[in-house]
């Protein structure tokens, strides 16, 4: 299930870190697949990749945010 930006920055940083676990798996099992088998949607090996890329751009978003606040 693909997620946008949004819900991706209402998540907080503990769901974050396990979508983002496993969104991770979920890559390396279709990968896994792929090189034995057709994939059924082989487009949403690009989906996940980008859902993980979002997630995390947010992670460092909040990592500065927080520095910036603390220092």
């Known amino acids: ?3 946008d930006a949004t ?12 979508e983002l676990a496993r969104a991770t798996n979920e890559v390396a099992r279709l990968r896994y697949r ?3 088998e057709e994939l059924e949607n082989p ?3 690009r ?3 980008r859902d993980i ?3 995390k751009t947010v992670q460092v978003d ?10």
């Open 1 to 3: 299930m693909p997620l």
């Open 7 to 18: 819900e991706i920055r209402e998540l907080t940083d503990e769901e974050l870190a396990e």
């Open 34 to 36: 792929s090189a034995f």
């Open 43 to 45: 487009l949403l090996l």
């Open 47 to 49: 989906t996940l990749r």
């Open 53 to 55: 890329a979002r997630m």
């Open 62 to 71: 909040r990592a500065r945010s927080e520095e910036n606040q603390v220092g």
